[in-house]
Structure formats: structure tokens, C-alpha cells
Nanobody
Framework: QVQLVESGGGLVQLGGSLRLSCAAS????????MAWFRQAPGKEREFIAA??????YYSDSVQGRFTISRDNAKNTAYLRMNSLKPEDTAVYYC?????????????????WGQGTQVTVSS
């Protein structure tokens, strides 16, 4: 059984930084595609970033500000978020696809974490 547990969300000021973590169990992150999505109130779930072999992928809205990474020894994926803006405020979700082919649609992913709130104040 695959489980994903996110942590690291919180309240941060405009221009600040946060690092989200996603600890996986039941499957190795190294053999999977790990992704981050976010969902703001009244909006659809939005693809943010993914990491797989051979690389990393980002949405235009976070390219250059966010960095996705993974630690295979800890079986954990991370999302480092810099230069945060109020429009980044959302619930952030970690997702896993048991394949090395990544996708940008929520339906591409089989397993999800519970979500962690990120709030950016101006």
C-alpha cells in the first residue's frame, strides 16, 4: 500500500521561502514519477512540478522560483519554493505515479497525500 505524507506548509510573507516534504512508503520514489500539484479555493487542481528519469518539469507559473528534488535514501520528495507570491496561496498536494513517464493531469497520478496549506501574505 502506497502512502504519501506531506509536511512543511505554513504562513510566509511575500518574497519568502518554504520547503515542502513528501515522505513515501510502499514504493520507491526513485522508480516513480513524483509530482506536486496545488489547489486554490474555487479553482481546479494545478500541476506545479514533477521529477522522474530523466529530468524535472515545471509549470510556467513556478519555473525559476520552485525546485523539485528527491532523496532516494529517505524515500522523500521535496518542493523548495522561493520568491513566494500571494497567488501561490493554495493547498499543495504530493502525488505519485508508478511509472517513469510523467504527466501534467491529476488523473495521471494514482496516489496522493493529504495536502498541506501554504499561505503567502502581502
Amino acid at each position: 500500500q502506497v502512502q504519501l505524507v506531506e509536511s512543511g506548509g505554513g504562513l510566509v510573507q511575500l518574497g519568502g521561502s518554504l520547503r515542502l516534504s513528501c515522505a513515501a512508503s510502499g514504493r520507491t520514489v526513485s522508480s516513480s514519477t513524483m509530482a506536486w500539484f496545488r489547489q486554490a479555493p474555487g479553482k481546479e487542481r494545478e500541476f506545479i512540478a514533477a521529477i522522474t528519469w530523466p529530468g524535472t518539469y515545471y509549470s510556467d507559473s513556478v519555473q525559476g522560483r520552485f525546485t523539485i528534488s528527491r532523496d532516494n535514501a529517505k524515500n522523500t520528495a521535496y518542493l523548495r519554493m522561493n520568491s513566494l507570491k500571494p497567488e501561490d496561496t493554495a493547498v499543495y498536494y504530493c502525488a505519485l505515479r508508478p511509472s517513469r513517464w510523467y504527466g501534467k493531469e491529476a488523473s495521471d497520478y494514482d496516489y496522493w497525500g493529504q495536502g498541506t496549506q501554504v499561505t503567502v501574505s502581502s
